[in-house]
């Protein structure tokens, strides 16, 4: 994937990559979608976890949170591509910019409601994503033409 990004994927399918952000929030229950971990009311799906579980299960969401972002550099970010370094040090240059974004928009964003989140994936984030989806393919099968 990486090596067939002529420019990066972020800029060809930007829609893409912020519904990959928005999974990669979802499903470490980060940011606006934190309400299931219930901060405010009394720590919802972690009440029952204390001290070494409630531990594991958060560096498990931290090491979520840092696998999406690492997986976002090949998917959109063309790889290990990148001037005068060696490519793994821009691989993990670009994996921390994309966690840091994710943490920074996670906290800065106001938890959602669970039906919100979900009326606006399926209305408004699906629908542009295919439509961003037809799109990049109709030019792609014109350019092989």
């Known amino acids: ?79 290990t591509d990148g001037p005068w370094l060696p490519g793994v040090v821009w691989l993990v240059l670009k994996a921390a910019v994309v966690v840091a974004l994710l943490v920074v928009v996670g906290e800065r964003l106001s938890v959602l409601r669970p039906d919100k989140v979900l009326e606006a994936g399926w209305v408004l984030l699906l629908p542009l994503v295919l439509v961003q989806d037809l799109v990049v393919a109709v030019v792609a099968v014109t350019r092989t033409s």
């Open 1 to 79: 994937i990486a090596a067939a990004q002529g420019p990066w994927y972020v800029v060809w399918m930007p829609v893409a990559f912020m519904g990959y952000c928005v999974g990669v929030l979802g499903f470490t229950l980060w940011g606006p979608m934190r309400a299931p971990a219930g901060h405010d009311i009394a720590t919802g799906v972690l009440a029952e976890l204390a001290g070494v579980d409630r531990l594991l299960v958060a560096a498990g969401r931290y090491a979520l949170l840092v696998a999406g972002g690492a997986f976002a550099v090949p998917l959109f970010l063309g790889g």
